[in-house]
């Protein structure tokens, strides 16, 4: 891939095909990943893997549908950093929305021969001081 913004789009194809390889090819293999699920940190693909399996294998026959809103990229030295708001929406088989939710989503890429690869993702969502639930909605 030749931009770091078209790791997101791939991101987002591989997300509604519910493909596990193609979703971990875009990650580096050492990669770390913060995420709002399941574990403090998923350290290197394989770990990585284990929890998209599971995320897909969840849907059944729904899929997710990922939105992105201000998208910023940083560029330097062969390292991009990529900010967003994204939207997981889930769809039923028949396309009906059954739900969503809002995150904040941080990507650390690293140019390497074959492409950009995420060397570490943070996604994140604030939570509500006097209650302390996470607030999914935007």
Not at 49 to 76: C, H, I, K, P, Y
Not at 82 to 106: K, P, Q
Request: aromatic fraction near 10%; glycine fraction near 8%.
């Amino acid at each position: 891939m030749t931009k770091p913004e078209q790791v997101l789009e791939a991101y987002r194809a591989a997300v509604y095909a519910k493909d596990v390889d193609a979703l971990l090819s875009l990650y580096d293999e050492d990669v770390c990943v913060f995420d709002m699920w399941g574990s403090w940190s998923y350290d290197g693909a394989d770990a990585w893997r284990g929890m998209v399996t599971n995320w897909f294998a969840s849907l059944g026959t729904e899929r997710v549908v990922v939105a992105l809103e201000d998208v910023q990229t940083t560029l330097a030295d062969g390292l991009a950093v990529i900010r967003a708001f994204v939207t997981y929406t889930g769809v039923s088989a028949e396309g009906n929305t059954l739900r969503a939710m809002h995150n904040r989503l941080t990507c650390v890429l690293r140019q390497q021969g074959d492409g950009w690869k995420i060397v570490h993702e943070h996604s994140s969502a604030p939570a509500d001081f006097e209650t302390g639930r996470v607030i999914l909605q935007r």
